[in-house]
């Protein structure tokens, strides 16, 4: 499920040792990649009665589902002043303010790991997983250059797996040849290249769209419908990490999923034949999706697809 949250004000509590009463001071952040989505700039309270002052700035708008990765981030930055804070047995419960209404409050929970990282936990009616913090080096900057269809995580700004772009380079290299593929070797080396794209997922070695991308095309050559799904998980990550050529594969492993389990393809993007058996793209349902939606996949249109077929079937009776 997929959570909104709108911040219009926020809360704040920070957890702390009981028997402590130093302030965590500085300023706390959530980093994706090069950017700071949210800093919570803590001190100690001039204020008779508060135990912190500071504040909590971050985009006006954001959704998360994690509390790890977040889209739709939109600005303005707005700054929530620290209104009150009172120890709560071991936590530090700490107000903010709307600057614009006084009288509009919220409260989250910070929870102290070590000297330089936290948690903050959201006080909301459907639970998120705390987000994660860092104490800043320098000065931290909430940025405003957020592209609101774009899903930002910690990878950002991370390079491509040089191994992964092998794996996939490999496996177009291999198909090279068309209709004359010998496919009794070509499916070994796509069962090895598998094998090892699966192994870089379990190590969490891929973080770029480009990388997911590539690990899509190594899985959709499969032969399982598992396979054509993880593809197509695969392709929709790096969707959400703005590849915009990743929708054609992800139209793509989902057709290839909807033939192997005995249903007909809905885009258009499979063909099935060889050397000895026409070329075909049935079973296919044309009419569930428009040639307007194909467009915005990257899909050729039905009228392009049967010119396609027909190069496939003129290049398999070719002499």
Same mark, same amino acid.
């Given at each position: 499920?997929?959570?909104?949250?709108?911040?219009?004000?926020?809360?704040?509590?920070?957890?702390?040792?009981?028997?402590?009463?130093? #302030?965590? %001071?500085?300023? =706390?952040?959530?980093?994706?990649?090069?950017?700071?989505?949210?800093? /919570? &700039?803590?001190? !100690? +309270?001039?204020?008779?009665?508060?135990?912190?002052?500071?504040?909590?700035?971050?985009?006006?708008?954001?959704?998360?589902?994690?509390?790890?990765?977040?889209?739709?981030?939109?600005?303005?930055?707005?700054?929530?002043?620290?209104?009150?804070?009172?120890?709560?047995?071991?936590?530090?419960?700490?107000?903010?303010?709307?600057?614009?209404?006084?009288?509009?409050?919220?409260?989250?929970?910070?929870?102290?790991?070590?000297?330089?990282?936290?948690?903050?936990?959201?006080?909301?009616?459907?639970?998120?997983?705390?987000?994660?913090?860092?104490?800043?080096?320098?000065?931290? #900057?909430? %940025?405003?250059? =957020?592209?609101?269809?774009?899903?930002?995580?910690?990878?950002?700004? /991370? &390079?491509?797996? !040089? +191994?992964?772009?092998?794996?996939?380079?490999?496996?177009?290299?291999?198909?090279?040849?068309?209709?004359?593929?010998?496919?009794?070797?070509?499916?070994?080396?796509?069962?090895?290249?598998?094998?090892?794209?699966?192994?870089?997922?379990?190590?969490?070695?891929?973080?770029?769209?480009?990388?997911?991308?590539?690990?899509?095309?190594?899985?959709?050559?499969?032969?399982?419908?598992?396979?054509?799904?993880?593809?197509?998980?695969?392709?929709?990550?790096?969707?959400?990490?703005?590849?915009?050529?990743?929708?054609?594969?992800?139209?793509?492993?989902?057709?290839?999923?909807?033939?192997?389990?005995?249903?007909?393809?809905?885009?258009?993007?499979?063909?099935?034949?060889?050397?000895?058996?026409?070329?075909?793209?049935?079973?296919?349902?044309?009419?569930?999706?428009?040639?307007?939606?194909?467009?915005?996949?990257?899909?050729?249109?039905?009228?392009?697809?049967?010119?396609?077929?027909?190069?496939?079937?003129?290049?398999?009776?070719?002499?």
């Amino acid at each position: 499920m997929r959570t909104k949250l709108i911040f219009s004000t926020l809360g704040l509590a920070v957890s702390l040792a009981a028997q402590s009463v130093t #302030v965590p %001071a500085g300023q =706390w952040v959530v980093n994706l990649g090069s950017r700071t989505l949210l800093i /919570l &700039s803590l001190a !100690p +309270a001039a204020t008779p009665g508060q135990v912190v002052s500071g504040s909590l700035t971050m985009p006006a708008h954001l959704n998360t589902a994690d509390g790890r990765s977040f889209s739709q981030v939109q600005g303005p930055v707005r700054t929530h002043p620290i209104a009150a804070s009172a120890w709560k047995g071991d936590v530090l419960s700490v107000t903010i303010r709307n600057p614009a209404d006084a009288s509009d409050e919220d409260t989250v929970f910070f929870n102290l790991k070590d000297a330089t990282h936290a948690e903050l936990r959201l006080d909301i009616p459907v639970p998120i997983p705390a987000f994660q913090l860092a104490l800043a080096d320098g000065k931290a #900057v909430v %940025a405003d250059d =957020w592209e609101p269809a774009k899903t930002y995580s910690p990878d950002e700004g /991370l &390079s491509s797996n !040089p +191994a992964m772009k092998r794996l996939f380079e490999e496996d177009q290299k291999d198909r090279q040849a068309g209709l004359k593929t010998d496919w009794t070797v070509v499916d070994k080396s796509d069962a090895a290249r598998r094998e090892a794209t699966r192994k870089l997922l379990d190590e969490g070695a891929l973080h770029t769209g480009e990388d997911f991308t590539w690990a899509a095309f190594v899985f959709q050559h499969a032969g399982t419908p598992d396979d054509y799904l993880l593809a197509h998980t695969l392709a929709m990550i790096a969707v959400g990490k703005g590849r915009k050529d990743a929708p054609w594969i992800a139209s793509a492993s989902l057709d290839r999923y909807l033939t192997s389990v005995n249903q007909p393809q809905i885009y258009g993007t499979a063909f099935y034949g060889g050397q000895d058996k026409a070329m075909t793209q049935e079973p296919y349902d044309r009419g569930l999706i428009s040639d307007s939606l194909r467009q915005q996949l990257g899909v050729p249109v039905i009228s392009a697809q049967q010119e396609q077929l027909k190069e496939y079937e003129r290049q398999r009776t070719a002499k």
